[in-house]
């Protein structure tokens, strides 16, 4: 169904519900310009930071290929005498790939023995020469898939039994409603089966060449798009294009809110239309692959692209993918799941190994691209960083044997914009190398002619080959853009060209739904004696730069690399142009207008006795503060993508103290890329009221205006833990490792991240995951749980053998299978509105396994989002499938029910429970 229609509805009902008369940003109202404080920035243009080619390190030979390639990145090169491809002993063959990027690498001679991560060696070039600093801290060693000359065949379409009414036959052109969230699982395996009939029938006239071409980008910059696949025969080929906000690089789009803000809603309705409305943006410009959602779990709290992402548990991150992939694809465009998969850092992302254990894996950091699987995504992107010690892009365990087999992923996996190593991971399961080339502008590929010769050889077979082009073909069949699709209309990197850069307008009222999200993820941290919200008040001062409007322009910065006004957006790939941005001060002042509220403001961050001044004998001092951060190929005020902190930027403790000590209604608004530390102030008895208001896109200061003055009643809840202090997080930024050094990243928290540790580890943090107050109060009663019968009997054996507590078999798709995924248990309960104003509650469900079952106290399996009016109660729905009450059994193999009484708890956040009930089954 399109939720566009529906949207404005909703939207009205919340709004219209809450308030009377929310108050609109002018956008004609002339705003003061300001001496703004840029504290740093750096003016890197994006792919123009040199890559650090191996020739450069101090020690050994090179291979032609051995530098890794900056993709956005400044830092980025492999121990020098590792070669990272090599053609097989049976030669070099002649290319006639006509690729824009192919080009031959030089022969060298490989042993190879076995494939995969399992149980890959080293080949013998890297093995004999490695040069590794083995200190602690880092790796000894990189493992490369080697293979020998094999056979291929191609994982099927896992066996879908459509069941009407629980697993319907579904085209991703119209997916289920969002209704029926938990209830209805989507079975999209028909049309993949049609996609891949007419791919394969398309393809079936191409030569090898061809074939390998609709693998290989054109190389960086060779096309419109920050990707682009070259047209082939009659097909038009792919325009891939970030970000997971908006259309990147191109003007008349909607600069979305970031994909944090989305997870902070809780609300499955918002996520879904952002994603269609993404997706019909993306399709207007031409692009067919949009590359978003991103969908790594904020593991640390310095992690410099966490606000991307959707929040720091896999359960927030798995629903918000699903319904912004089922949104985005409704619109026409081929999502991409990214990045797969521990890529939780910057520093040193492509000299990294994540070092995670099977079970953590599978139950923290697969989970969101399960339901991305589940949600039929097109297509995926595999990361930078090694785990364990085998390259993402490289990895068999990873790409082939979960995703692609375990999962049942019908479409593509990309590299990361010069993720790629060798050209052997095709067979590890990487499907398109992107922007194609092996480092910008290198003129060669691991793909093109490598991969041409290494068919033309014996070494990869050609009905590899053949599997890679069908799954990308059938992608794009899959999503129907054989059928009207416009053609790319914008240019990604000349902005300006006249010849290529259409300008065409895709905003249409999407302005909404970015609005209706800021409003919706702001979280009421702290709200003493009813500061909040504002009634009237006879004046006001805004304290702060991130109060106002950048100096030079909301896009002033190159891919927003730098912090000057109202953040609405962190830096790197994962930005979009804003059209406009409307910052509090403006928004303010239209509301003060109607209040007839005096309004001043005092913008210098670092000016404390002129702040100290400005603010004194106010009636409510509101002060504007925030934290950024962002990808590593930019560096801003010393963080190198990663926070090098968890302090609030530009001066703001002291800022918010000195305004503090001098007015007695000091209000603080937060814009935060994440947690920050807020302890030097968070008790002080004149911060009144505490709104975390994240990075919402181009409404912020409407949104943010709305919420203070309480037109919209919040109802967003902490998709992460604020903790007192940074070693309370289980799990930190790893630092150091020198230019050849392959740092380890230890994933030893295991299960417990976030919230999750600090239940386990008894820490009282100073807000937890799922926390934030509202203008009104609720009421929880009445629980009742039962399980769910289904009149087929179809999956009666797999079901009591997982009562017994035994996994079922792996197979294709069997994590994605509708036994395990349908409902299994429902739980009702009441929540009732008892306060004076109309407000949305957020019903969390947290399971509490027995302690035999080595999980974490509790862990998030279910929420949903309910609007009641004062005095009215409604009854609440949750279903559980057995997957959601599973482990992963890493002897067995399999999703299994832990040995004992699985409790759970009902509530208002990971330690507000108001209901507990066990399970029965
Ligand atoms: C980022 C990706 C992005 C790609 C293309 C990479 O550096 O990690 O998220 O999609 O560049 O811009």
New binding site residues.
Partial sequence: MKLSSSLSALCSLLLAAVASGAPQADPDLSIPSITATVTATSFTT?GSSSSVSASSSPSGTLSSHTSIPS???SSASLPSSVSTSTIPSSGPVASSTPSTSTQLSSASSSVSVSSGSASATVPSSAASSATFNSGAGTETGIIFPTITPESFTPFPVPSDTPIPSTFPETDPSSPPDVSDAGKVVPDFGQAWKTAYKKAKLHISGWTLEQKVNATTGVGWQGGLC??NIPSIADWQGLCLE??PLGV?YADFVTAFPTGVNTGATFNRTMMRIRGEFMGAEHKGKGVHVA??P?MNMGRIAQGGRNW?GFGADPFLTGEAAYETILGMQSSGVQA?A??FIN?EQEHKRTQSSSNVDDRTQHEIYAHPFLRSVQAGVASA?C??NLINDTFACDNDKMMNDILKREFGFQGYIMS??SAQHTTESAMTGLDMT??GDISFNSGNSYFGGNLTAYVRNGTIPESRVDDMATRVLAAWYYLGQDRNYPDTNFNAFKMLDPATNKHVDVQEDHFTIVHDIGVASAVLLKNTNNALPLKKPRSVVLVGNDAGPALHGPNGFTDRDGDDGILAMGW???TAQFPYLIDPLGAIQVRARQDRSLVSWYLDNFNLPGAASAVQGQDVAIVFVNADSG?Q?LTVDGNEGDRKNLTLWQNADALIKTVADNNANTIVVANSVGPAIIEPWIDHPNVTALLWAGLSGQEAGNSITDVLYGAFNPSGRLPYTVAKNPADYGAQLITGGGPNDILSIPYTEGLNIDYRHFDAANIEPRFEFGFGLSYTTFKYSGLQISAVHHSDKTSADLESKWSAGKAAPISDGSSAAIWLHRPAVQVKFNIQNTGKLAGGEIPQLYIQHPSSAGEPPSVLKGFTDVLLKPGQTKTVTLTLSRYDLSIWDTVQQGWVRPKGTIKFAVGQSSRLFKLHGAVPL
């Fill in positions: 994006f993709s956005n990145s920050v990707g970030d970000s990147r590359l978003g991103m991307e991409c990214k990045h890529n992107m990361s930078y990361d914009w992107m922007p790197g790939s994962g990808e190929y």
